[in-house]
């Protein structure tokens, strides 16, 4: 256990569902993480959540919606996703100074 | 050019090689640097990270050469519990309300795998 919990495992949805997928951190960390990994592809990272501000948006767009309400919660919502949006989505936390990152298990999201 | 590119592989080992992944990195403005390991679908887990000095653990070791934007990963004596996707990790950093965070950039992964 990394102290990085995701919630759902696996999730499963239809393009015009409204879901919400959770990560929260037990570490006390000062950051939160999320990332999108494809079949295929790299780990891309998604959204950065520094002291409970968003600080990063890497062009995701508007049908992912982050949400940080403390330091140890993340949450993101999906509506009207499309089925290329199917893909491991994986929440991280690190604590300034150290670089090193924390990875939950991850959400397996498959939208049909 | 790919931010951080890897040789995908998939190298197939025996038990007992030595084996080597290479990984280079295109901004110069890169912090810091790692070795992550994913085993089938599995989140990422550190293996260590890389400085330039060159550092150890174990059967592991990890290089970095800033000049040629290179990094490396050596592992000595393969198990077959080292079979897995190992990612070559760089770090541009971020900064914002007094203090830092990470801005991660992941290699596509080389895939090994080691056997009997």
């Known amino acids: 256990e990394t102290g990085v919990t995701q919630t759902p495992r696996h999730l499963v949805m239809g393009m015009t569902n409204k879901k919400s997928l959770k990560c929260e951190q037990h570490l006390g960390h000062n950051a939160m993480y999320w990332y999108k990994q494809s079949a295929k592809k790299p780990l891309e990272l998604m959204f950065v959540?520094?002291?409970?501000?968003?600080?990063e948006n890497n062009s995701v767009p508007s049908r992912f919606s982050p949400e940080c309400p403390n330091s140890s919660h993340l949450f993101l919502h999906l509506h009207t996703l499309q089925p290329e949006d199917s893909a491991l989505y994986l929440c991280?936390?690190?604590?300034?100074?150290?670089?090193?990152?924390?990875f939950g298990a991850g959400t397996r999201l498959s939208v049909l | 050019r790919k931010e951080v590119e890897q040789d995908p592989g998939p190298f197939n080992v025996p038990e007992g090689a030595t084996v080597a992944f290479n990984c280079t990195y295109s901004n110069s403005a890169s912090q810091s640097f790692f070795w992550y390991r994913q085993d089938c679908r599995k989140e990422p887990k550190l293996l260590m990270s890389?400085?330039?000095s060159g550092n150890e653990d174990g059967r592991f070791t990890a290089q970095l050469n800033r000049a040629s934007q290179y990094i490396s990963l050596l592992i000595r004596d393969s198990k077959l519990s080292d079979s897995a996707t190992y990612l070559c990790v760089v770090n541009l950093g971020g900064w914002a309300g007094g203090t830092s965070y990470g801005k991660l950039t992941f290699g596509q992964g080389t895939i090994l795998t080691v056997h009997p």
């Open positions: 890389v400085y330039s």
């Open positions: 959540y520094s002291l409970e501000e968003r600080v």
């Open positions: 991280a936390s690190s604590q300034y100074p150290s670089d090193i990152q924390y």
